[in-house]
């Protein structure tokens, strides 16, 4: 079974700008987690997915925003970027909502805003 | 706001030490989880523990959940150079809403 995929990989933006981040979970996985990591922060929960719907939301503004499509596979949007949103985003896929079985984390999109 | 802080958060030993990592936090969690980062990758889970005072063991790696389900810990017996990585716990909320990750634990262990 192919693992999460995540795209791109790396990307490099300026302020003010958009970004769209993509998902593909694990076939038959219908949770999507989306999470935020950087060197200060750590690793902060943005997001749950559940069969198109937002089960919950971290501590976030909202130009954070994203969506699941009726094949699981999930975007995370990031409008008016920010210096401070540099960091690593890596989603994780799930079978059932979260916190009941295994997530499997993707290897991230690395994201630079200059 | 629910925190898990680790400690410590840098850790560098040689190979064959022991070694143990906490995770603690003044919130009960439904149940904790540990992975490991390796750079350039997402994290991979080790262990989820679910009942206070549980107690599991994966080869050298020894798991506990505090009795109160508040914290946990990381034993590593005999480390060697693959169990280097970034060492982070999680906790799940009560309800299952969302996943609050510790600050993290930088291992390196040398030949």
């Known amino acids: 079974k192919a693992g999460v995929t995540q795209t791109p990989r790396y990307l490099i933006k300026t302020r003010g700008q958009q970004v769209t981040l993509s998902c593909s979970p694990i076939?038959?996985?219908?949770?999507v987690s989306w999470y935020q990591q950087t060197p200060g922060q750590g690793l902060q929960f943005l997001f749950e997915?559940?069969?198109?719907?937002?089960?919950n939301k971290g501590n976030f503004p909202g130009r954070f925003s994203g969506r699941q499509f009726s094949n699981s596979r999930s975007e995370m949007n990031v409008s008016t970027l920010e210096l401070g949103d540099s960091a690593l985003y890596l989603c994780?896929?799930?079978?059932?909502?979260?916190?009941?079985?295994?997530?499997?984390f993707g290897p991230g999109t690395r994201l630079l805003v200059l | 706001t629910q925190l898990l802080e680790q400690s410590p958060q840098f850790l560098s030993i040689q190979e064959g030490e022991n070694l143990t990592v906490y995770c603690n936090s003044s919130?009960?969690?439904?149940?904790l989880q540990w992975y490991r980062q390796e750079p350039g990758e997402g994290p991979v889970l080790l262990v989820t523990?679910?009942?206070?005072?549980e107690v599991k063991k994966l080869k050298r790696l020894t798991f506990q959940f505090g009795d109160a389900r508040k914290d946990s810990s990381l034993h590593i017996t005999a480390a060697q150079p693959g169990d280097t990585g970034l060492y982070l716990c999680?906790?799940?909320?009560?309800?299952?809403?969302?996943?609050?990750f510790g600050t993290g634990t930088r291992l390196l262990v040398s030949p």
């Open positions: 994780a896929s799930s079978p059932s909502p979260l916190g009941l079985e295994t997530q499997y």
């Open positions: 523990v679910v009942t206070g005072g």
């Open positions: 919130s009960v969690f439904s149940s």
């Open positions: 999680a906790g799940v909320t009560t309800g299952f809403q969302k996943l609050v």
């Open positions: 997915y559940f069969s198109e719907t937002q089960r």
């Open positions: 076939s038959g996985h219908r949770s």
